[in-house]
């Protein structure tokens, strides 16, 4: 993302987080959310429509009731009129990625981005949570993505920390050494 786009979503997912939590309602906007998160990652139809700019806020917000089969939470739909009003329904999921980061790191959760190149099984998800809270002596907030550029292996981002064990990254270092651009 470029910087000015990421300071607008992480401009809305802290002032929105402000004020969930001052109005305690942590838990149900969570849950809502991450509804909203689960039903427009899975269902391209209400991505596009989401992101479209001849529907109206009501016809948007109308959308997302009927995906959730119940009433927006006032927060939840307050947030998403203040974007519609803004033009930036279109930064909608990543403004709840960074307030669910932000809440998670508010919890004393640590988020942790593992990146591979295929899917990988529940096993092999439980062992990386389960290293890496022990690593980090605290639980972890774990997002699983896929990158078929990676061509194999693994990155992890924890905090300020990038571990690139990916075999891009590994023959990006094979070339230079060949090459002599690096020591």
């Known amino acids: 993302m470029k910087t000015d786009i990421v300071i607008i979503v992480h401009t809305y997912a802290s002032s ?12 149900a906007v969570k849950k809502q959310l991450l509804k909203i998160m689960d039903k427009s990652c899975n269902n391209e139809s209400l991505k596009i429509s989401l992101n479209n700019p001849t529907l109206g806020p009501l ?20 947030l998403l009129k203040t974007l519609e ?12 990625r960074a307030y669910l980061v932000l809440e998670a790191i508010q919890s004393g959760l640590i988020p ?7 899917p990988i099984n529940q ?12 690593a980090f002596d605290a639980k972890i907030m774990p997002n699983f993505s896929i990158d078929s ?20 990254h590994k023959l990006s270092l094979l070339t230079q050494h060949i090459e002599g651009t690096t020591a």
């Open 16 to 27: 929105f987080l402000k004020v969930v939590m001052e109005k305690k309602s942590a838990v």
């Open 59 to 78: 016809e948007k917000i109308s959308l997302l009731e009927k995906e959730l089969s119940k009433d927006l939470h006032p927060l939840v739909l307050n």
């Open 85 to 96: 009003k803004y033009n930036r329904m279109g930064f909608l999921l990543a403004i709840i």
């Open 112 to 118: 942790i981005k593992f990146i591979t190149c295929e």
């Open 123 to 134: 096993t092999k998800q439980k062992d990386l949570i389960e290293h890496f809270s022990n």
């Open 149 to 168: 550029a990676l061509l194999g292996g693994l990155k992890i981002y924890a905090g300020d920390f990038l571990i690139d064990n990916s075999w891009s």
